[in-house]
């Protein structure tokens, strides 16, 4: 090895990267939660490799409790006229003119994009300012599909939507669904897998009996339960479906659903109707920042979906990967999430199938007392080595290096 090699890993060059993306940060959904965390990831870690950081996002709707980078908001609509289309079209050339000038400025060496269909016109400024960029977390395929049924300021640029995939340094997706669909779908090669990650400091493990008593469900000896959005689709229909049994069973059980949608008070009078309101709690939504005791109530957790939905995207939830920082196993769809399967860390189920729920429930319920610590010694040892913000960070930045010095 030469010494101007030695040199160079030795003493990395470093970055100025600027993250671009339409996600409102601010909000508890997944989206909001996955980046977010990764905003915070970028500037801890940016500040630890002598790397500069800066995002530029919409301006947030709620409070923010996480520092991010170096920000410069702008607002995804203007409200100038009554014509939604147009009013996107403005918001986009403010933004077009935000980009342009910052890039001017700071004279960013990478740009990072969580890319929306309404965005799709920021690849294409900055393929002209002669900038190199990376998508993250590029979602469905089907956002970016039939153009002929978008306005026609987007409809011109889905049309070259392979041209800015093949042009971005390295793509990531969340599931092997998404990447065999873009590989298929659009002939792209310069995509891997990064799962999405759980901060490991936010979300560990805590006395469960102590968080039982906080959270006000005391009385139950075992809870199984399910916590995020759209919880109708993802697991609380088939609770509340194999309820009666499951507390014949276990009659000290609880079932607590966290989140909202519309179709739960379908729910709650199924669970008054069948006797069991007082076994079934719907907590509602709790803020992120205090979900971590609440997970720790529970004995297992369960994050399914639609099967048309894990056949198109697979199943990237992130309770998932919160449930096992916090020591917990979960039971998801089949086919997905084979990492945690392969190590024992939870079950696979059809979710159509409320038997096989029923019986993986009760094999969790099972698990013998002394067996309990060991396993959420290595539920949480996996996320840390496999699940974690920065776990996910490093892969990136690899990637993101290799591919500028490539």
Request: net charge positive.
């Amino acid at each position: 090895m030469s010494r101007s090699t030695r040199i160079s890993c030795e003493h990395p060059i470093p970055m100025n990267i600027c993250y671009i993306s339409h996600v409102d940060i601010s909000l508890p959904n997944g989206p909001g939660v996955n980046e977010r965390e990764f905003l915070l990831t970028l500037r801890e870690e940016s500040l630890l490799r002598g790397d500069q950081a800066s995002c530029i996002i919409p301006k947030p709707s709620l409070p923010l409790d996480t520092p991010v980078p170096d920000a410069h908001f702008f607002q995804p609509s203007l409200p100038i006229s009554r014509f939604p289309s147009l009013n996107r079209l403005l918001a986009n050339a403010w933004l077009a003119g935000l980009i342009i000038g910052l890039t001017l400025k700071y004279g960013y060496d990478l740009y990072i994009l969580r890319i929306s269909r309404t965005g799709l016109f920021i690849p294409v400024l900055l393929r002209l300012l002669g900038k190199p960029y990376s998508m993250k977390t590029l979602g469905n395929t089907m956002k970016f599909n039939k153009a002929e049924r978008r306005p026609w300021h987007e409809r011109a640029v889905t049309l070259i939507f392979r041209k800015i995939l093949r042009d971005s340094l390295t793509t990531d997706v969340c599931t092997p669904q998404l990447e065999k669909s873009y590989r298929s779908g659009y002939g792209v090669d310069n995509i891997q897998v990064i799962d999405n990650a759980v901060n490991v400091e936010r979300f560990l493990p805590l006395d469960r009996e102590e968080c039982r008593r906080a959270c006000g469900l005391k009385e139950f000896d075992r809870i199984v339960g399910y916590c995020g959005g759209r919880p109708s689709e993802r697991g609380a229909r088939q609770l509340v479906e194999i309820s009666p049994r499951l507390i014949e069973r276990y009659p000290g059980a609880g079932i607590v659903i966290i989140g909202e949608d519309q179709d739960l008070d379908t729910l709650k009078i199924k669970a008054r109707d069948s006797g069991l309101s007082d076994r079934i709690r719907f907590m509602g939504t709790i803020p992120y920042t205090e979900l971590n005791p609440f997970l720790n109530c529970f004995n297992v957790g369960v994050a399914l979906d639609t099967a048309q939905r894990i056949d198109l995207i697979g199943n990237s939830s992130q309770k998932i990967r919160q449930f096992i920082a916090c020591g917990i196993p979960v039971i998801c769809a089949g086919n997905t999430n084979t990492g945690l399967i392969r190590e024992k860390l939870g079950s696979w189920v059809d979710p159509g199938d409320p038997e096989q729920l029923l019986h993986e429930i009760c094999s969790w319920f099972d698990l013998p007392g002394d067996q309990i610590p060991q396993f959420r010694d290595k539920a949480r040892r996996y996320a840390e080595e496999n699940l974690s913000t920065r776990i996910a960070y490093a892969k990136r930045y690899s990637a993101w290096k290799k591919a500028m010095h490539g």
